[in-house]
């Protein structure tokens, strides 16, 4: 009985753990979009435009896997 409680906390502190990691790989991907696309944008001036459009969709896409990891972490 104590040892299956036991358990049990243990898949939830590693299902924290896994959402964690999620997300902190999903907010240093997002980061570094954002900073190779500010570089991108000083050296190219005029694909400003195409730029941000692609970051925006990657980041959407980096979210998105976000959360969909953290879903499993919390189901599993």
Do not use: K
């Amino acid at each position: 009985m104590i040892l299956a409680t036991l358990a049990e906390g243990t898949v939830a502190s590693y299902a924290g753990i896994g959402a964690g990691l999620a997300a902190i790989g999903a907010g240093l991907g997002i980061g570094r979009i954002g900073g190779q696309a500010n570089e991108a944008i000083a050296r190219q001036p005029e694909a400003t435009t195409d730029i941000r459009g692609n970051s925006i969709i990657l980041s959407a896409l980096i979210e998105g896997v976000c959360l969909f990891a953290v879903v499993v972490a919390m189901i599993a």
